[in-house]
């Protein structure tokens, strides 16, 4: 088995592992991601706790739940939250009374367009309780029986957690690479992206690096605006970055822009998009969505894409039962992780030079870069490459700048430079 | 009859009274039109004496005319200004004699393309006379016969005559709604701008305005300039327009831009048309169509641009007997104004506002701007539009900017703000 | 015959002429080249001895042949230089020995998929010998048989040669067109663009200029580096130009951009191409190609474009026997020849007006410029021309820019500027 199935295989054994837990926006079920995660790289944990005031927000109480059912009048469990996580309307808050059918009806919740699915609901800021159920079992209800409902949650004071890492770099400048670990048992949106992150800092780590890099493990919106209000020291460091959600799915690669829409994230993000080969989505930043939204919010303008597969809301399966360990492929997301580690070789790899011999073109046949025999002109990809570099290097344009006029993939160009560096024919500069 | 009809209703009626008038570039047909407009508004009228100077020309004689009509040698009247002014070349001089077939022929003018319609046609700067008639009716004098031509018109000093209306606003910079008044029986060029700038101005003068707005209903090119000259010192005012022509018929509509290109009345044009959600096309500037020509000119490069339906020139019925009240309809007419509405409604309610809370979303859901019972993510147009205006309203952008990026609708834009405001969320600017 | 059928059959004959003469980049073949063009043009002929550093090259030994064969056993030319010049690698050295089959075949060059077709091949640089034939001869050769191999050339220090025509004109700032001599019998790649250059030149000989403008006839790379290196002084002047390459193909015209993208060179070829009428395609600079490569390096970074039809690469028959003479026709190089001189006629005819009646339009009916029987708007391409000058001659708009706005030919543009000009409507800038 080479690397590249080894990585695949890994990421996808990650979430299978990650999957059954019940996670929120806070609690134990974060606790657990957390420490499965730090079991591959070393992410500090942070505890921010309830009522503490963030921005315009309060950090909610914390909440966590043992079991939950739906009894009917036989004593049998018609909806039993050990059957999945999804059951529970997320936040209900602890319940435990006998209701009639149309009570009950008032607090469950189905897909009628997609009736073997369990949709996925939640009610964080306020106080509720429910069932979320296949719209096929909510059809076989006796709507005259009575029925005992139990959900044996707890929400008190505690904490929000989350996870982060910071691997520095040479400099100081920082790309920040987040994603969200508030979803119970749905593998798309956003297993994929916690495991891809886990396992491209895990190939960080190990690298010498040019820029520091950071990687967030957090609760959507909540714990993006905690990390925000604990951390704007230190934001203006940040000159890019990606959430990183969906991105285990069969679908083509969509990058959405950041609201700079041509920052240097936005440039790397769809020079690696077009080297790849195949087909892929461009759309525009819009303040939805993930938490670019707060990244992205007027007080930090922090250029924030997002590479995807299908986003979010765009396939059937979103926020349903559906979206499960069928839905997402190891090659699908060995291929996301790959495009992100390629994001990163170019940040580490572009570079502005200068021609040294930039009068005409060099001799390149002397130096060995240039098929001796000729027709006058070049004929290989990597004679293109060469020429590109040498007439551009001008100190204006940078290597990634070169690669997206030459439309020559990045690596190419790259390798061009090294070349013309070792010949002594190109000088990097700063 | 809701109002909406009745407007249009209102507005092709008064196109119905101003039909049979004979108009020209002077003259009492001017007057009577003006006169009947001010029935319904309060425009001022201006006569500007035959002889004045006007930049480059001079105000031409004014021209009045009682009767015409040519009568073959049985007395008949083979062609009767009676019973179509577009019988008699507008400007025709005065004429009484007795001529050969082949006399007259070289002062008729037919269109053998459309043998029913009579042409258009004027010779304002050139002291001539002449007869439109249907082509069919050519062909059927007789070519051997001799014929009496009489046209009783009168040439002489005078003066020419537009109307104009000013309404202040809370601001001196204005917009400028001009129309053409010169046209005898046709239609849709341009006794529809005409109708059309009449409900408008009536439907602003209601208004509390933040800009001052002004309507001009003067004969083409010649009053055009002649407005120029008598406004030099204030013309520094108008920071856009549009000249209504062409508002009637059945066509889609079209936008021609203005010299700049990118002005503020075109942006907001386009974005009306968009929002309409109806197909429409826009038109770069050309310095020939109507007095936008003038506007535009190199000493004073105003942004008049112009929103039609079928431009001039591009349906046959153009300049033609053709263009009658049947060729317009008071549902195109009643569209063709609520866009205008819709432009003034923009202008007025554009502006820029600065997020109180910028730093990460605030949480609307508390202020009960937000559902919730939420998937994570905002599902309605209107959560959409609070997201826009938040993320965007940095001091920088104006709602126009966030309704054309965002591609919602202004007016959602708008109320978006409006309830933004309303929360404390946002602070207007100046 | 009428002139434009004269030009076109002169450059063909031309061609003709210069088609049999073997060149290289060195030697007789380029002195003949040179010495046939003087009988058209003043070209001066420049000599650079073999040696001479010229940036990161030194000029190479001079190459000349008398004879060339291969003969089979029987004593049979089945290879022979006088049947076609291309049958010799380029630069061979001279060689005279007899060799098994499978010597030979390591310096036999063919092409497979043309079978009847002898490639042309060179080797510059590193010293081979070789020669090139058609598939289908070397197919019958006997692999079992020996061959006399002759090549009886001379490499030894001379000079390189190239021509240079430089034609003064009112202003210092000049124009370049460069086209190479170093091709042996081939016509499209690039007998066509020498003979084009050869004839553009002549036309310009007799005009009054107001830029200058610089022909040069240089073998491809080497006479280019050699030329910017002898010239380094006076590039300064040079605002823009044209390699002349594959003008005579019955493809449509291809416009290679500058490497700026936007000189004045680039605007007014694609006009140019524009105002033909027919299709046209126009491909972004890249740093390889023809000779723009070395006067687009960055040390000097020229504003050279190339006019093209099928450029080089893209037509089967390149750097083949088949680009031959019955694969160029007159007239593709006539019409090549006049996009050239039109490309001259726009450079030499663009200039900025002042329009001196800037306050709405001047009365063009008085001044006769007009026609006085109107519809209130104009009718004619000249009356919209004239409309076009008037309302964009603030100073800022060239002619050309007008042009370019308006989509009307720059010849109707000029023209009317002419007459608005000799009725004081505008005066001419600097």
Not at 58 to 63: D, H, S, V
Not at 270 to 283: F, M, N, P, R, W
Request: aromatic share 12%.
């Amino acid at each position: 088995m080479d690397n590249k199935k080894q990585s695949s295989q890994e990421i996808y054994r990650l979430i299978k592992k990650l999957y059954p837990i019940c996670r929120s926006i806070t609690g134990n079920g974060v606790r657990q991601t957390l420490a499965i995660i730090q079991k591959h790289i070393p992410i500090t944990v942070q505890e921010v706790p309830s009522g503490t005031a963030v921005f315009d927000w309060n950090i909610p109480k914390e909440w966590n739940i043992k079991d939950a059912y739906v009894k009917n009048a036989g004593g049998e469990k018609v909806i039993d939250f050990n059957k999945s996580n999804l059951h529970v309307l997320n936040y209900s808050v602890p319940v435990h009374k006998k209701v009639s059918f149309s009570e009950l009806k008032r607090h469950l919740y189905t897909l009628p367009n997609h009736p073997d699915w369990i949709p996925y609901l939640t009610s964080y800021y306020k106080e509720d309780w429910g069932f979320c159920l296949r719209h096929r079992d909510f059809l076989q209800l006796n709507r005259q029986g009575r029925y005992e409902v139990v959900i044996d949650s707890v929400l008190e004071p505690g904490a929000l957690t989350y996870g982060e890492l910071y691997l520095p770099g040479r400099k100081k400048d920082e790309f920040l690479f987040s994603c969200y670990v508030c979803h119970p048992s749905l593998c798309n949106d956003n297993l994929s992206g916690v495991a891809l992150l886990t396992f491209l800092a895990k190939a960080l780590i190990s690298l010498k690096r040019t820029y520091s890099y950071r990687f967030l493990f957090i609760p959507e919106t909540i714990g993006a605006i905690a990390w925000l209000s604990r951390n704007e020291a230190t934001i203006v460091n940040i000159k890019g970055g990606l959430v990183a959600t969906c991105v285990g799915d069969s679908g083509n690669s969509t990058y959405k822009k950041t609201k700079n829409g041509n920052a240097i994230i936005d440039q790397v993000a769809q020079k690696v998009l077009a080297d790849a080969g195949s087909q892929y989505t461009v759309i525009d930043f819009m303040p939805y969505g993930s938490d670019e939204r707060q990244f992205s919010s007027p007080g930090f303008n922090l250029s924030i894409g997002s590479l995807m597969r299908t986003p979010y809301g765009r396939f059937a399966q979103y926020h349903a039962s559906a979206d499960d360990l069928n839905f997402i492929g190891p090659e699908y997301l060995a291929d996301s992780w790959r495009k992100y580690l390629d994001i990163i070789f170019i940040l580490e790899n572009n570079a502005k030079y200068l021609n040294l011999s930039p009068k005409g073109e060099p001799q390149l046949g002397k130096k060995g870069l240039y098929g001796s025999l000729g027709s006058c002109r070049s004929d290989t990809a990597m004679e293109f490459a060469l020429l590109w570099v040498l007439n551009f290097s001008d100190g204006q344009h940078s290597l990634l700048d070169i690669a997206v006029r030459s439309q020559l993939p990045f690596k190419q160009i790259r390798q061009a430079a090294d070349l013309l560096l070792e010949k002594s024919l190109l000088k990097r500069l700063n």
